[in-house]
């Protein structure tokens, strides 16, 4: 079963920019949430996903957006960046646990990260 | 609002030895999930023990277990027999109860480094 595909692995981009960040979560999977990790702050929630509809939201500006399709997939972006951007997203998925009406497990499933760096 | 704090940056700890990793978190809330999770370096994380409040015993998985101490609000992970693969970043984390089916959000600790000498 392949695991969490976070696209790009690495990126660089400058200021003003936007970057647009790829997830495709396990197999099955319908949760997705974003991180940002940074050596700073450590590791912050962005937002989840949860079939299409985002369903919480971390204390970040309103240039980072993100979004899911109907296939789980998801996507972030990061419009105008900012020399703070600059860090490790992480992506995770999560699936309920099956026969509890969709009570999640708790677990998540991250992938490898998408390294950006602003300059 | 919730908080998790890990006091202890790096820890080493010998080939064989055991070790423990500190976190207490705060909250007014009664349904809880408690995580630790692993980073190695360069390397995705992977949870390495669940805990859920409303459970008294302690979770054990393989040489990793844990010491809830839920009126302490204290997490604390213990490793046991460590190997060399164990080097890795802790950290421990917090989610509210049930989303109804979403996971919700993770807060995280700021990370305990392992080294593990040979």
């Known amino acids: 079963k392949a695991g969490v595909t976070q696209t790009p692995r690495y990126l660089i981009k400058t200021r003003g920019q936007q970057v647009t960040l790829s997830c495709s979560p396990i197999?099955?999977?319908?949760?997705v949430s974003w991180y940002q990790q940074t050596p700073g702050q450590g590791l912050q929630f962005l937002f989840e996903?949860?079939?299409?509809?985002?369903?919480n939201k971390g204390n970040f500006p309103g240039r980072f957006s993100g979004r899911q399709f109907s296939n789980s997939r998801s996507e972030m972006n990061v419009s105008t960046l900012e020399l703070g951007d600059s860090a490790l997203y992480l992506c995770a998925s999560s699936f309920p646990r099956p026969g509890t009406s969709g009570r999640a497990t708790g677990e998540l499933f991250f992938g490898e990260g998408s390294r950006l760096t602003v300059l | 609002a919730q908080t998790v704090t890990q006091s202890q940056p790096e820890m080493s700890v010998q080939e064989a030895e055991t070790v423990t990793l500190s976190c207490t978190y705060d909250t007014s809330e009664s349904d809880y999930y408690l995580f630790w999770y692993k980073q190695p370096p360069s390397r995705q994380m992977i949870l390495v023990i669940r805990?859920?409040?409303?459970?008294?015993q302690n979770a054990t998985e393989n040489r990793f277990s844990v010491n809830f101490q839920k009126a302490a609000k204290s997490f604390s992970l213990k490793i046991s027999d460590s190997q060399l693969g164990d080097a890795a970043m802790y950290f421990c984390?917090?989610?509210?109860?049930?989303?109804?089916?979403?996971?919700?959000?993770?807060?995280f600790g700021k990370g305990t480094k392992l080294s593990v000498k040979p």
């Open positions: 805990q859920e409040a409303y459970k008294q």
């Open positions: 984390a917090y989610r509210s109860g049930d989303y109804g089916g979403s996971q919700g959000n993770l807060i």
């Open positions: 197999s099955g999977h319908r949760s």
């Open positions: 996903y949860f079939s299409e509809t985002q369903r």
